[in-house]
């Protein structure tokens, strides 16, 4: 592992992607050994199978349980049955929570298909306040540089919302829901401040296709709305877990 910091940001970079992957699991195993009882932010997307894989395969080995912690997801699609295979509910539940000793009423993801989006919204961020708020943050990142389903434009003061989503987003997430079916255009996702006011971040990334977001992030020396993860510049405490193709503009 090579450790790099840059705009005071601890960066972490990896050989290989299991290096990653249990590098990451260990941190979330540290944060529930100090407190059982933490509330967790949940990111979903290819980079973090392996990770839910590894966290479900060894949370018993290393002595922790789920059964008193909280956790709440970054976001979900807009329009789609809870149970369609492209849903975050469905992907959340075959790659973690039935692994795993956590609660279903602890658990929480945005309603997919609810009456009036915009309050579901609101509410969703009303249950994060009522929560305490949350002690530990992973997120991914978009190819565009979007956090949550934060795009480019999105305020950074924003929080829980409705959003439209990109182009760009809709075609790299195609394949979850399988060939010919109809990915939707809209979600809801905390907000870049509600994710700002996480105590602690850590973003994953992998592969050579987020290098020039993971560039456009850390390179560029300046905060735009126009690439949404410059946001996480302003908070104190911050880990970007990377593996070389990915951190290969930082190298």
Do not use: W
């Amino acid at each position: 592992m090579r450790r790099l910091e840059l705009e005071g940001l601890k960066i972490e970079v990896f050989d290989t992607v299991p290096e990653l992957v249990a590098r990451a699991a260990g941190r979330l195993f540290d944060v529930l050994r100090t407190d059982p009882e933490a509330v967790i932010g949940l990111a979903t997307g290819n980079t973090f199978i392996p990770f839910y894989d590894f966290v479900a395969t060894g949370y018993r080995r290393a002595g922790i349980s789920f059964e008193q912690s909280v956790t709440f997801n970054l976001d979900e699609y807009l329009g789609i049955p809870r149970e369609s295979e492209g849903s975050y509910h469905t992907y959340m539940d075959r790659n973690f929570f039935s692994k795993t000793d956590i609660v279903s009423e602890n658990a929480h993801i945005p309603d997919s298909n609810p009456a009036d989006p915009e309050g579901e919204a609101e509410n969703y961020e009303r249950l994060i306040t009522r929560s305490g708020g949350i002690d530990v943050q992973f997120l991914g990142i978009g190819r565009n540089g979007h956090i949550g389903f934060n795009e480019p434009g999105t305020s950074f003061d924003s929080r829980t919302h409705v959003t439209d989503l990109s182009a760009s987003t809709i075609e790299s997430n195609a394949p979850l829901f399988g060939k010919g079916k109809i990915v939707p255009h809209r979600a809801i996702t905390m907000g870049i401040r509600t994710i700002l006011d996480s105590r602690k971040i850590f973003l994953i990334a992998c592969g050579e296709e987020k290098s020039s977001a993971i560039a456009s992030t850390f390179t560029e020396g300046r905060m735009t709305e126009s690439v949404p993860s410059t946001a996480l510049k302003l908070h104190r405490n911050v880990t970007v877990l990377l593996d070389k193709p990915a951190a290969k503009s930082l190298l």
